[in-house]
């Protein structure tokens, strides 16, 4: 007979692979899940919901100065129109960096980030690593990701700690004039979306 | 009076990792599953998000530091399952599920998880709370990072930024109070609004004077600058 005072997931298995299997099969005898629904889940998380999203929009961003402009003044209406909303991209806000200011997103409280437009989070945005050092240092961060700001640029780094989930439209580097949405989509990486990198130069 | 999760700020961690965009979307089968699993059981209705994170929140911190990400969502997702009345400590060391839930007709269909992904939860609600700050106030946090309501209770204003001084950049509009509805006190809406607050504000050495934190956070978590 388990003790009330042990937490409820000692007494699953110890190794984690086995410890989500048996919580899996005890809900799906209670038939509580169905284990199609959760292959469905996780097809769409590799598959169709990813940083492509997110490079769409910001190459549109960059093209159509219009299209930013609304992009800048209500991100969630904007990305709905393309398909981009869903479940952790309720509320979205687009944050654009330029000579003067480089913006970075981290949720130091869990890890809340734009999934309809970024997908699952990469590891390193869910360390506790960067989840404690991204608001106090910021730029030994963007160190470790090989990025080095202009000495007079600022930093805003922005903290998830509400349902607002932010996208950062990163600067389009020089040289690209003329590129089509695709050409443009292929320097914009998921890191550059989310402040700890930069759009690739051609 | 700050739990585990509470980290922002906090030194010792060492670096931080990047890793490829072209590396798997889940590093291991089970985190995957993990995933899955835990997100299926919101399709039952008997808890929310704010509940959900308090649950993580909620374990002892010698389990916390030593998790991995989804070894967390697992371990909140069982402790949900448990004080809910939906799985008993006794299924959990067994691993047998004993008989079929009555929420059973709530569980998530294959064919529906598409339309479940894309709705979302917004957290926008209608509030007679009046908005009492502008864009460009001063303002001051909360001198004490803690629920008002619940001792230990979950809340969004990490330590690191009490009692310091910001201003409003952004005003999101009026949205759940987490720390009400981590526990299940009424979903108490009012407004939220972006705040950025100076590095010398927050940090000891600072790394730069025009660098700033922004933080979302509730009408309630903040006063007028003195």
Known sequence: MPHDHEHPHSLLPPEPALRVKALETILTQKRLVDPAALDEIIDIYETKIGPRNGAHVVAKAWMDPDFKAALLADATAVVSELGYYGRQGEHMVAVENTDDVHNMVVCTLCSCYPWPLLGIPPTWYKSDAYRARSVREPRKVLADFGVELPVDTAVRVWDSTAEVRYLVIPQRPAGTDGMDEAALMALITRDSMIGTGLAIAP | ?226
């Not at chain 2, 569980?107 to 209608?126: C, H, I, T, W």
């Not at chain 2, 001792?151 to 310091?164: E, F, K, N, S, V």
């Not at chain 2, 979903?187 to 004077?209: F, K, N």
């Open chain 2, 1 to 226: 009076m700050s739990r585990v999760h509470d980290m922002g700020g906090r030194f010792g961690d060492g670096a931080v990792v990047p890793e490829p965009e072209s590396d798997p979307v889940f590093h291991e089968d089970w985190h995957a599953r993990a995933l899955a699993l835990v997100l299926s059981t919101g399709a039952w209705g008997q808890w929310n998000i704010d509940i959900s994170r308090h649950a993580r929140e909620c374990l002892a911190p010698q389990d916390y530091a030593a998790m991995s990400y989804y070894e967390k969502w697992l371990a909140g997702a069982a402790a949900l399952c448990v004080d809910n009345g939906i799985v008993t400590r006794d299924e959990l060391a067994s691993g047998q599920g004993d008989g079929t839930s009555d929420l059973a007709p709530k569980a998530l269909k294959p064919e529906n998880v598409a339309s479940m992904l894309a709705a979302g939860g917004p957290a926008d609600r209608p509030s007679d709370v009046t908005v009492r700050f502008k864009v460009g106030q001063a303002v001051q946090t909360r001198k004490i990072a803690a629920n008002q309501m619940v001792d230990g209770g979950h809340t969004r204003l990490p330590t690191y930024a009490a009692g310091a001084k910001g201003r409003i950049v952004m005003i999101h509009g009026t949205h759940i109070l987490p720390d009400s509805s981590a526990h299940r006190l009424g979903e108490g809406s009012e407004p939220v609004y972006a705040v950025a607050i100076p590095a010398s504000e927050l940090w000891a050495q600072p790394e730069h004077p025009k660098d700033e934190v922004i933080l979302d956070l509730w009408q309630s978590y903040l006063d007028v600058a003195q």
